[in-house]
């Protein structure tokens, strides 16, 4: 008998959403992450947008992440105090086609993609301006109804308190490591200055999951990104997400969150001044007026994981059968780790299939 069903390292999105789904099945869980706590900085604010890209394609199985993710959220924001901060904003999200190219693609985007009649419509240009003046002039705009803001360091904290109070999970924001032990086919899992087991180890540590030397295998690829917090010198009078090539979130009366880079080669994770300044030609493409009356507040920089097909890998070790990876999210963490936590779950508990794109079977001879 261990002291544990499982032992998570990393308390982002990943870590989070499956502790969540197998505490809630009743299992016990161990949470492990040095460098983050309940009270953490981190990202001022993410986007939940499920038309991807300059293409506007519809993302990876977006209903039922939607339908995962929501829920939660309501819980979340139940759960957290009543005169807290808020912790999403669910106002939409408008893709103005601020060139001709990408109004050809979103428009296009409408008639290839099965998209549910609620969640998205076509704006014209003059509605636009009607809907909000400051945005970049244009040829339209998509307009996704379910699209909405997360404070994503808001949001991570209640869920890491969450999960400690409600779902009794054990938080541990220190350095841990595992053994593999061989006799059991159980782990080891050593902190600072305790020591537990646990049937299952699951690694959701981020870029840090292919630093973890059994994973080295996968073919994971970093994408560094940057993302500017802003504040205007007057309140803004809207609340919906601009998203065009970047995005522009609101946050507060006169904050704005406008992201991000996607740097392939990359040194250190300092923000830099480069990335800096083509973050300030996003915001000034998509809301120029606004670009003029803005200061920098604070930047941050952080590190996607991605794979081949750009969607997550969870599954089991090619050798060790209960342990366990949940990575991969690239840009879309927000959106898919409840669901991609539901099929992780399901399939450590009952051994319910992985969807092919997403198993780490694929990266198996
Ligand atoms: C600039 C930028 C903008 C982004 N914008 C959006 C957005 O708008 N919407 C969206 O959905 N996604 C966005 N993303 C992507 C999103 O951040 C990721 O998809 C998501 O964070 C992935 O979650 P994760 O838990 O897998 O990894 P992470 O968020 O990286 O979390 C990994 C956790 O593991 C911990 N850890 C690291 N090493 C160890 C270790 N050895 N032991 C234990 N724990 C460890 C880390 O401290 C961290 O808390 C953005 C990313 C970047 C870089």
Redesign the pocket.
């Known amino acids: 008998m261990t002291d544990f069903y499982a032992a998570v ?7 989070l959403s499956i502790a969540n789904a197998l505490a809630k099945k009743g299992k016990s869980v161990l949470l ?5 706590s309940e009270n953490a900085p981190g ?1 001022p604010a ?3 947008n499920p038309a991807t890209g300059r293409r506007a394609r519809l993302s990876w199985r977006s209903r039922e992440c939607f339908d995962a993710l929501n829920p939660l959220l309501d819980e979340l924001e139940k759960f957290a105090d009543n005169d807290a901060e808020p912790l999403i904003s669910r106002s939409g999200v408008i893709r103005p086609a601020i060139d001709e190219k990408l109004a050809d693609n979103f428009l296009e985007s409408l008639e290839k993609y099965d998209w549910p009649e609620e969640w998205i419509r076509w704006m014209g240009p003059d509605e636009v301006t009607e809907f909000n003046p400051e945005i970049a002039p244009n040829h339209g705009a998509l307009f996704l109804n379910n699209g909405f803001t997360v404070f994503a360091d808001r949001y991570l904290n209640t869920y890491r308190k969450y999960l400690r109070v409600k779902l009794g999970v054990e938080s541990r924001y220190e350095e ?1 490591s595992y053994q593999y032990e061989n006799n059991s086919g159980t782990f080891s899992i050593s902190l600072q200055e305790e020591q537990f087991s646990a049937e299952h180890v699951i690694i ?5 999951a292919p630093r973890f030397e059994d994973w080295e295998y996968l073919p994971l690829h970093l994408v ?4 500017v917090h802003f504040e205007a010198d007057r309140k803004l009078n809207w609340d919906h997400a601009v998203s065009s090539m970047g ?1 522009a979130l609101r946050r507060g009366n006169r904050e704005l969150v406008v ?2 880079t996607y740097e392939h080669n990359f040194e250190g994770l300092d923000t830099t001044d480069d990335a800096y300044r083509r973050i300030s030609e996003k915001l000034e493409n998509m809301l120029p007026n606004i670009a003029k009356r803005v200061k920098k507040i604070w930047q941050v ?5 991605t794979t081949p097909n750009k969607l997550p890998v969870i599954g089991r070790h090619r050798e060790i059968d209960n342990l366990c990876i949940y ?1 991969a ?7 898919f ?1 409840e669901y991609t936590a539901s099929l992780l779950a399901g399939h450590i508990l009952d051994d319910t299939p992985i969807p092919e794109e997403l198993g780490t079977d694929r990266f198996h001879e």
Not at 224 to 227: E, L, S, T, V, Y
Not at 301 to 305: E, F, H, L, P
Request: hydrophobic share 40%.
């Open positions: 390292f990393g308390a982002g999105p990943s870590g492990i992450d040095p460098y983050v990202a993410g986007l939940v841990g959701a540590a981020g870029f840090n560094k990104g940057q993302i995005y992201g991000s920089a952080g590190i996607r994981v990575t999210m690239g840009s879309k963490g927000l959106l780790s």
